[in-house]
């Protein structure tokens, strides 16, 4: 019933910047927090950066200064401005979102869901 829909992936040159999205939909009353993860070849999936529905905002150290996260919480939607993009950043990237509150029927549920990951390559 709730689903995350990424975009916003690509090829980028160092230096250089993409905005990753992800929506959330469903019948869906509250997310505590929606964050970005990334996994690269051969690594353990890691935390880029995270939102809470009140704006407190964490990021991973090796992000800090260069990305950005925001959040719109009328349209369920979190996004990942990344700036000065190393290549070092290469992963696929998910979308998280943390204790969706969401209506199934008559009964409310909570859980956690993951989006379909995004890849975000930076080469010259």
């Known amino acids: 019933q709730v689903q995350l829909v990424e975009s916003g992936g690509g090829l980028v040159q160092p230096g250089g910047s993409l905005r990753l999205s992800c929506a959330a939909s469903g019948s869906i009353f509250n997310i505590n927090a929606m964050g970005w993860y990334r996994q690269a070849p051969g690594k353990q999936r890691e935390l880029v950066a995270a939102a809470t529905s009140d704006g407190r905002t964490n990021y991973a150290d090796s992000v800090k200064g260069r990305f950005t996260i925001s959040r719109d919480n009328a349209k369920k939607t979190v996004y990942l401005q990344m700036d000065s993009l190393k290549p070092e950043d290469t992963a696929v990237y998910y979308c998280?979102?943390?204790?969706?509150?969401?209506?199934?029927?008559?009964?409310?549920?909570?859980?956690?869901?993951w989006g379909q990951g995004t890849q975000v390559t930076v080469s010259s």
């Open positions: 998280n979102a943390d204790r969706v509150l969401y209506r199934s029927g008559k009964s409310f549920y909570t859980d956690d869901y």
